[in-house]
């Protein structure tokens, strides 16, 4: 469901002109694609715990070296989650565009960017989209790879704040590091709320960062 420029996207904020494919990066795609369709179809017919990366591979016709290029674990390749590296300065670019909105409200964007930019069309993410709604083991897979991310964010965040203390909320309470960590994990949780319901229900709009947040602020008062 996820798509392998996902990190990209969120770090950028905004949907570029997609360059001129070229052959090489044409096969990647395919091989990719053809490891996803065979973890999400053996899944689909012998359940999660009887599926393995030597079936996965032999049914997408790859070897088990070529399926490590493209996902880390089976699990990986089940939910569509490949390796994510992000660009600090594009983050920090993309914090830059969202001003003036405070570190939590432009990390709850960014995160719900990234939900906006998962595949939900295509045979593929039908399928994962049923069998993560059905499956909780899936669904936890899925919640916490598509953000797999966060451990590099909180660090960019914290020098993005080192370098504008003057977007801070907590400066005299917390140290940067305190405060990135903590935008973070409740700007993650409530992306996760979003992301599953989003998945429960892939027709179902999915809902502005200011909703979200006003939901949060109902919750912690």
């Given amino acids: 469901m996820a798509k392998s420029d996902q990190a990209e996207s969120m770090s950028t904020g905004v949907a570029d002109e997609p360059p001129s494919e070229t052959l090489r990066e044409r096969k990647r795609r395919e091989t990719r694609t053809a490891i996803e369709h065979a973890a999400i ?16 591979s032999e049914r997408a016709v790859v070897s088990q070296g070529t399926f490590f290029n ?8 089940i939910v569509g989650l490949g390796p994510v590296n992000l660009d600090p300065a594009a983050v920090h670019a993309a914090y830059d565009r969202l001003a003036p909105a405070t570190p ?30 059905q499956t ?25 704040l080192e370098q ?31 992301l599953a319901r989003t998945t429960a229900d892939p027709g179902a709009p999915l809902p502005e960062a200011a909703e979200v947040e006003a939901v949060v602020r109902r919750i912690v008062g």
């Fill in 70 to 77: 493209y996902f880390p674990t089976k699990d990986a390749a």
């Fill in 41 to 56: 179809s053996l899944v689909d017919e012998l359940g999660y715990d009887n599926v393995t990366v030597s079936m996965i």
């Fill in 136 to 160: 909780p083991a899936l669904m936890k897979l899925f919640l916490d790879g598509t953000f797999g991310f966060v451990s590099d964010f909180r660090s960019i965040l914290t020098a993005y």
């Fill in 164 to 194: 504008h203390p003057e977007i801070r909320t907590c400066a005299v309470e917390l140290t940067p590091a305190e405060e990135a960590n903590l935008v973070v994990a409740e700007a993650l949780e409530a992306a996760k709320f979003a």
């Fill in 104 to 133: 939590y409200h432009a990390t709850l964007m960014l995160f719900l960017k990234v939900v906006r930019d998962l595949d939900w069309t295509s045979e593929i993410a039908a399928m994962r989209a049923r069998l993560v709604a």
